[in-house]
C-alpha cells in the first residue's frame, strides 16, 4: 500500500463510510481508518442499532445514497425492520449484518481500509493539513493526502491538525447513555415501557440512587430478537479517558441494577444481559467549527434546500443530563431541512471536512444532525467535497450536488 492518497477519512463510523464511498465514487484514491475491528461506529461498537434522520414524522424516505445502499445490504440479510414510529421514525437493524454490508460496500467501491489503527496526530503546513499519523502493534505509520475528512466523533484529526474545535456547545455537552441488549425475554413478551418505567423510577425512590434514565429507547431487534435499551445515562468528558473509564464502570453497574428490574416483569424473569456497549454511546464531543454554523432555527424553520447537501428529518433530541428526560423539538414543514456545504467546512483549515457528529451546529441543531442516518448523508457529501478538493484545490456547493446526483443521493426539491 502507498502511503499517499487523495482523500484520508479519519474515523469509520456511519460518517467515515458515507465520506470513503463518496470521495472514491468522486474519482479519489481514498484511505479510510478506524481504531477498533469493524465499521460501523456507534452502530456496531456502542449497541446503538437504530438508523434514525432518514425518514419524515410521515414515513417519507428523504435520505438516499450510501444510506439506501446500507439499508438495502441489511433489508437482502433480512437484518432491518421497516420504517417504525418511535417519538420520531427510525428503523432497527442488526449490528453484526452492519459489519459486513460496511466491509462490503468499501471492497466493491476499493476504499483501502485500515481497521486497528489510531489516528495519533497529524502535520500542518500553513492552511492546510498534508499528513497524519496512526499507531497499530507494529508502531507508528505516517499517511499523506490532499484533503481530509474527520469523522472520529471526537474530532481528533481537526484536533491535533491545529484545525479550530469547539467542545460541545455553550459550555455544555449533551450526555452519553451505555446501550444495554437484553436477551431471554420471550418474543410474545411485550417490555411494557411505562411498567418498566415506574419500576425503575421505585428502585431509585428505594434507594438505588445509581440508576439513571427512566424513559429510554427500548426496541425489539430483528434477528436475535433481543431487546435494546438506552437508559443507563452518564455524563463524563469523552476527551479523558480517566473520566471515561470511571463513567464506563459506573454505567456498567447500572447495566446489572436495569437487568434486576426487567427480571421483575412478567414474563421477563429468564432476561439477560447480551452484551453492554462494548463502549459507552457519546453523543457529542468536540465540533469542527466550519464556514458556517447551522443554527436550532434553521431545524425547526427549515428553508428551501437548494444550497444543501444533506439533508436530515430528525428532530430535536437533547439529553440535558443523567436520568433528566430527553427534551424534544420537531422540525417544521416540510419535515426535514438542509444542511449547506459550509457547515461541513473548517474555517481555518481550506483541505478539513467534518462529517457525522463532528458536523458544526449549534446547541440544538447539533441535538439533530448528529444522528447516524444523517451522518452517513453528511458523510457522503464531505467525501464528495475532500475529493473534489484534492482534485481542483478548492470545491463549490453546485459541484458536490451534482456528484450527489450521479452517485444516487438524490436530494429532495
Ligand atoms: C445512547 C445513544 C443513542 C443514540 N441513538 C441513536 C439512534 O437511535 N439513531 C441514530 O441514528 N443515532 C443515535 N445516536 C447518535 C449516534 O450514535 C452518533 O451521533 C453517530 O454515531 C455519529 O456518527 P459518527 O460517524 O459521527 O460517529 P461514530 O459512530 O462515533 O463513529 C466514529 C468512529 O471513529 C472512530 N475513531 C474515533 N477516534 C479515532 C481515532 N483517533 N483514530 C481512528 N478512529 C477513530 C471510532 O472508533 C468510531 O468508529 C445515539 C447515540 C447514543 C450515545
Not at 478506524?34 to 456507534?42: D, H, N, Q, V
Not at 428529518?313 to 443530563?321: L, V
Not at 428526560?325 to 459550509?342: A, R, T
Amino acid at each position: 500500500m502507498t502511503n499517499h492518497y487523495d482523500v484520508i477519512v479519519a474515523g469509520g463510523g456511519s460518517g467515515g463510510i458515507g465520506a470513503a464511498l463518496g470521495a472514491r465514487r468522486a474519482g479519489a484514491r481514498t484511505l479510510l481508518i478506524e481504531r477498533g475491528p469493524c465499521l460501523g461506529g456507534a452502530a456496531t461498537l456502542r449497541n446503538v442499532v437504530t438508523y434514525c434522520g432518514l425518514y419524515t414524522q410521515e414515513l417519507r424516505q428523504v435520505v438516499f445514497g450510501v444510506a439506501e445502499e446500507v439499508l438495502a445490504g441489511l433489508r437482502e440479510l433480512d437484518a432491518v425492520t421497516e420504517p417504525r414510529k418511535f417519538t420520531a421514525v427510525a428503523v432497527v437493524f442488526d449490528p453484526e449484518s452492519v459489519k459486513r454490508v460496511a466491509d462490503e460496500l468499501c471492497e466493491q467501491a476499493g476504499v483501502d481500509v485500515l481497521l486497528h489503527s489510531h489516528v495519533l496526530d497529524a502535520t500542518r503546513r500553513d492552511d492546510r493539513i498534508t499528513a497524519l499519523r496512526v499507531a497499530d502493534h507494529s508502531g507508528t505509520h505516517s499517511y499523506t493526502a490532499d484533503a481530509f475528512v474527520d469523522a472520529t466523533g471526537e474530532a481528533d484529526l481537526a484536533h491535533q491538525g491545529g484545525a479550530e474545535v469547539r467542545y460541545g456547545n455553550d459550555g455544555w455537552v449533551i450526555n452519553g447513555t451505555l446501550g444495554v441488549r437484553f436477551g431471554g425475554i420471550p418474543a410474545d413478551v411485550a417490555v411494557d415501557r411505562a411498567a418498566l418505567a415506574s419500576l425503575i423510577r421505585s428502585v431509585k425512590e428505594a434507594g438505588r440512587d445509581d440508576l439513571t434514565g427512566e424513559r429510554g429507547l427500548i426496541a425489539r431487534m430483528p434477528v436475535s430478537g433481543d431487546v435494546i435499551t438506552y437508559l443507563a445515562d452518564e455524563g463524563y468528558d469523552a476527551r479523558d479517558a480517566a473520566d471515561t473509564s470511571r463513567a464506563e464502570r459506573s454505567a456498567r453497574r447500572q447495566a446489572q441494577a436495569y437487568l434486576q428490574a426487567i427480571r421483575s416483569l412478567p414474563g421477563c424473569g429468564n432476561a439477560y444481559i447480551v452484551s453492554t456497549g462494548p463502549e459507552l454511546g457519546t453523543r457529542e464531543s468536540r465540533h469542527l467549527v466550519g464556514r458556517a454554523q447551522l443554527t436550532e432555527k434553521e431545524v425547526l424553520q427549515p428553508g428551501p434546500v437548494d444550497d444543501a447537501v444533506a439533508v436530515c428529518a430528525w428532530p430535536i433530541e437533547s439529553h440535558p443530563g443523567p436520568g433528566i428526560p430527553s427534551e424534544w423539538k420537531h422540525i417544521g414543514e416540510p419535515g426535514y431541512y438542509g444542511i449547506p456545504l459550509d457547515v461541513l467546512r473548517s474555517r481555518n483549515t481550506s483541505n478539513l471536512f467534518g462529517a457525522g457528529r463532528t458536523v458544526d451546529g449549534d446547541a440544538g441543531a447539533g441535538a439533530s444532525l448528529r444522528v447516524m442516518g444523517t451522518a452517513l448523508a453528511t458523510g457522503q457529501a464531505a467525501g464528495v467535497a475532500a475529493a473534489f478538493t484534492a482534485r481542483d484545490g478548492d470545491v463549490e456547493t453546485a459541484a458536490v450536488r451534482r456528484e450527489l446526483d450521479r452517485q444516487g443521493a438524490r436530494l429532495p426539491d
